[in-house]
């Protein structure tokens, strides 16, 4: 797929930017704080409904505005789409497909992108929590049906966190007893949302391994789940939801002194392991970025495999200067036969000989296309 229209309009620091974009390769070029990152993280709220930067919509949407619209001309092999995301500081956020309103959802089966930014190094070397958003953004996006365990399994989690931090330290019967209703709703969920889980890494594991292969080669790479339901010997428990209803007696107690919920799938981590040891403490600058590139190239591949609507829009934001020379030549390599390659850098000389193509500047929240 490609996106052949862009439109920006209060979205961080653009103002009203509207962009022609061609099929294949467009560099952005611009001076740090212009805007490039801006752009393309637009894109990525298309396909993935937030931000690859912040948690919160509110910072996307332009200071002193109150709304924020991203719009895209999609195109696929045989069919194109106007999608839009309307971002609201006040009330619901909004999609529309074609000027019809959609769900937010929607449009991830219209836009798909894969990102390689900065942030990625932290994917390896930062907090569980940045591993969990990979997962779960690569599993909504090969399934969509996993969208609707996820946020019921958020929901739950955030009503017993609601009730734990409330009566924090002091739970009377008819509070065990509230507390306990969410319960069977939580054993439920966990299950399925730890199942689907699992069936990815199935899925991810050997894209990962192949292209970690082809960046580094020579090593051993392993996925793993990293969660109370993982056996000892790296088997998933039999009775998933007998497992997450002992676990929730366990930690009854320690629940209510903590004012949170302290088991399930929110808490467990992706393992990444390379040559026997693991990447999160171990890894060095070069084979956390080589592991990076591979979760993201692992992304693309199965993207590509799975979509009947084409190929994901792979978009490389100011990675240049990250890597080393012979990281940036199996990249070059590997998003070559993308149907659309988005390209960004601070400098032109920093961008591959290999990434010609339509060149943008990016100045002050304004995108203009160079020779014209
Ligand atoms: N909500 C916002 N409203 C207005 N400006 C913003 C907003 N969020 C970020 N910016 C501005 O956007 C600029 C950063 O743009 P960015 O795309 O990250 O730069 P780069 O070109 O280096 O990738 C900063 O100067 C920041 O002040
Ligand atoms: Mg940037």
Redesign the pocket.
């Known amino acids: 797929m490609w996106v052949s229209e862009l439109e920006l309009h209060h979205f961080?620091?653009h103002s009203h930017t509207t962009l022609a974009l061609p099929a294949g390769v467009s560099v952005f070029v611009?001076s740090?704080?212009?805007?490039?990152?801006?752009?393309i993280e637009a894109i990525g709220y298309l396909a993935y409904q937030s931000s690859h930067r912040v948690a919160q919509d509110r910072?996307?949407?332009?200071?002193g505005q109150d709304t924020a619209v991203v719009r895209a001309r999609v195109n696929h092999a045989d069919r194109h789409a106007e999608v839009a995301a309307e971002i609201s500081l006040r009330g619901a956020n909004r999609a529309k497909l074609a000027g019809n309103t959609v769900s937010m959802g929607e449009l991830s089966g219209w836009v798909k992108a894969v990102l390689f930014t900065p942030e990625d190094l932290s994917l390896i070397r930062g907090e569980p929590a940045g591993r969990r958003r990979y997962l779960d953004s690569t599993m909504t996006v090969l399934r969509p049906a996993t969208a609707a365990i996820l946020g019921d399994y958020e929901r739950v989690v955030k009503q017993r966190n609601a009730l734990l931090k409330t009566h924090r330290g002091r739970p009377t019967p008819e509070l065990e007893s509230t507390l306990r209703g969410w319960d069977d709703a939580f054993v439920d969920l966990a299950g399925a949302y730890t199942t689907a889980r699992v069936q990815l890494l199935r899925q991810l594991s050997p894209a990962v391994t192949a292209a970690y292969a082809t960046v580094a080669p020579g090593n051993d790479v392993s996925l793993g789940l990293e969660s109370t339901a993982m056996t000892d010997e790296g088997l998933l428990a039999e009775d998933l939801e007998g497992h997450y209803r002992s676990e929730l007696d366990r930690q009854r107690r320690a629940e209510w002194e903590r004012g949170m919920t302290l088991v399930g799938p929110h808490r467990d981590d992706l393992a990444l392991v390379l040559n026997g040891l693991p990447s999160r403490t171990h890894s060095s600058q070069g084979e956390a970025w080589s592991l990076a590139l591979g979760l993201r190239m692992a992304q693309a591949v199965l993207y590509r495999e799975e979509s009947t609507s084409g190929d994901p829009i792979m978009i490389l934001d100011?990675v240049f200067a990250e890597l080393d020379r012979s990281r940036r030549a199996t990249l070059e390599a590997l998003v070559a036969d993308y149907e659309q390659v988005l390209v960004?850098a601070a400098v032109w000389e920093d961008v591959p000989q290999a990434f010609s193509g339509q060149v943008f500047d990016?100045a002050n929240g304004e995108v203009a296309p160079r020779g014209q």
């Open positions: 961080r620091n611009g740090n704080g212009q805007g490039k990152t801006n752009l910072t996307l949407v332009q200071e100011d960004t990016v």
